[in-house]
């Protein structure tokens, strides 16, 4: 019984966690894979770090990195 009440405190919590660690919003410095996956005016570009972010395309872009 006690394993149960876990299991849904998990379920429950779960939905409120999952968009911090899951999608992007497509703002500038936002993680991507292709265009389609940043806003208007932003495509997926190649930084410095060897990742793949949302920036405007037009001279350096500096994103902070945690």
Do not use: I, Q, Y
Not at 9 to 23: D, I, M
Not at 35 to 44: E, M, Q, R, S, T
């Amino acid at each position: 019984m006690r394993r149960m009440r876990w299991l849904l405190c998990l379920a429950l919590a779960l939905p409120a966690v999952l968009p911090l660690v899951g999608c992007t919003k497509g703002d500038e410095c936002d993680s991507c894979t292709t265009d389609a996956d940043c806003k208007d005016g932003f495509f997926c570009s190649h930084f410095s770090d060897d990742r793949f972010r949302c920036g405007s395309g037009v001279g350096a872009s500096s994103c902070r990195t945690f």
